[in-house]
């Protein structure tokens, strides 16, 4: 029998012995003048760590990944390849039910073999690559000869399943090295391809810190998978386009100046405006006077002038609609009410002067020419601010305590 002592197995040797009986029998020739010799054989060897071996920075050779008995195939690749120049023997260890397969391979003229197990290479010398891989039973050697005691014997299940040859007379001419000249130009052509990408990963994965994904919703992207009209929702990231760029990287540098504004337009227009509206109707969003509206926009960093996009929007809200076209009004009449009381040069007249500001402009004029004036006004401002054109259905459903509360209250914006 024999124990390997290492590291991981630091016990005290076998955990098991022959019973005293077979010890005390005199058939079996252990005793001898009532004496017992017990020889031993130590080895002392570097015992190798397979879970950080190297098997190209021992060997000089690389092993194939056996994913999933592959041992087979692995051992006949690494044995086709070393055909031109080595000699070889494949061997199948275990029984005609099942087994394992690895490769002996003599790569140089000189006596050293490798051992081909999948992906681990080791050095093996001549005796164990070739002396004993021939199958059959294994006696050993008495231990007392002058007994008639049966030899032990063993089965080995190491046998050599293939036998790679080199004639004596061309191992000069085939036992060379391989130019560059000799490899077929189609293959050149693949083992260079092969190269470039692995240097390009092999920088990529050096480089992967320096570098991040960014994912870009463009406006068709937001067409495509929201639609044009319903915006409830964001846009899936997972179908958009992704971009790996450096970290450091500004946004000035990955689109130009014309592209950034026309990006910046289009998210405004197509999803920043939209979404609002459909907050509103989802009443996520709920303004109840032209106060809470301005403060929700300006949450989102939508100016104000963009009121006109929203009654447009608005279609199908009624309440918000009207909230916005208030809005836009009791803006007017406050602009309007800032240039009468710029004017106003005596302090005294400052309360008359807006008090009559404001009947002209809530009031109901018997004057035809105030009327029309006031409402000329009001469309000039409403057009040059937020563009929106001012209708007679407008004005027909005012509210006037809305619009002077709206002139009262402090503006958040312009």
């Known amino acids: 029998t024999h124990h390997q002592f290492n590291a991981r197995e630091s016990d005290w040797g076998f955990t098991s012995f022959m019973p005293l009986c077979d010890l005390y029998d005199p058939t079996r020739g252990y005793l001898v003048n009532d004496t017992c010799i017990v020889e031993a054989e130590v080895t002392v060897r570097r015992v190798v760590d397979y879970w950080t071996y190297d098997s190209r920075k021992e060997t000089g050779f690389v092993g194939l990944k056996n994913q999933g008995a592959t041992c087979y195939m692995?051992?006949?690749?690494?044995?086709?390849?070393?055909?031109?120049?080595?000699?070889?023997?494949?061997?199948?260890?275990?029984?005609v039910h099942g087994g394992h397969y690895y490769a002996f391979i003599r790569p140089s003229l000189s006596d050293q073999w490798f051992k081909f197990d999948d992906e681990r290479v080791t050095k093996e010398d001549?005796?164990?690559a070739l002396e004993e891989q021939y199958g059959g039973e294994e006696e050993l050697p008495q231990t007392n000869p002058g007994f008639n005691n049966a030899p032990f014997k063993f089965?080995?299940?190491?046998?050599?399943?293939?036998?790679?040859?080199?004639?004596?007379?061309?191992?000069?001419?085939?036992?060379?090295?391989?130019?560059e000249k000799d490899i077929a130009e189609h293959l050149r052509i693949r083992l260079k391809k092969e190269q470039e990408e692995k240097e390009h990963k092999k920088k990529e994965k050096a480089e992967a810190h320096l570098y991040t994904i960014i994912k870009v919703a463009r406006s068709e992207d937001l067409a495509e998978q929201i639609g044009k009209d319903v915006f409830f929702d964001l846009?899936?990231?997972?179908?958009?386009?992704?971009?790996?760029?450096?970290?450091?990287?500004?946004?000035n540098a990955f689109k130009t100046p014309n592209e950034l504004i026309e990006m910046a337009h289009a998210y405004y227009a197509d999803f920043a405006l939209p979404k609002l509206v459909a907050d509103f109707g989802s009443l996520e969003l709920s303004p109840v006077d032209g106060r809470t509206l301005t403060d929700f926009m300006h949450t989102r960093d939508l100016q104000m002038h963009s009121l006109r996009h929203v009654v447009e929007l608005s279609d199908k809200l009624p309440h918000a609609q009207s909230l916005c076209i208030?809005?836009?009004?009791?803006?007017?009449?406050?602009?309007?009410?800032?240039?009468?009381?710029?004017?106003?040069?005596?302090?005294?007249?400052?309360?008359?002067?807006?008090?009559?500001?404001?009947?002209?402009?809530?009031?109901?004029?018997?004057?035809?020419?105030d009327s029309k004036l006031k409402q000329k006004w009001i469309e000039t401002f409403i057009f040059k601010r937020f563009g929106w054109r001012w209708n007679e259905e407008c004005c027909q459903n005012l509210r006037k305590f809305s619009i002077l509360r709206g002139v009262r209250l402090p503006q958040g914006g312009t």
């Open 326 to 369: 208030h809005e836009m009004i009791a803006r007017a009449y406050k602009h309007i009410l800032q240039a009468v009381i710029a004017s106003v040069n005596v302090v005294e007249d400052f309360a008359r002067s807006i008090a009559t500001c404001l009947n002209f402009l809530l009031g109901t004029s018997t004057v035809e020419e």
């Open 155 to 179: 089965t080995k299940y190491s046998n050599a399943y293939m036998l790679v040859y080199i004639r004596e007379s061309d191992k000069d001419r085939i036992i060379c090295n391989v130019d």
């Open 235 to 251: 846009v899936d990231h997972d179908k958009v386009r992704s971009f790996r760029i450096q970290k450091q990287t500004i946004l």
């Open 126 to 128: 001549i005796k164990r």
């Open 74 to 95: 692995n051992s006949l690749l690494q044995t086709l390849y070393h055909i031109p120049f080595s000699e070889s023997v494949l061997v199948h260890s275990g029984g």
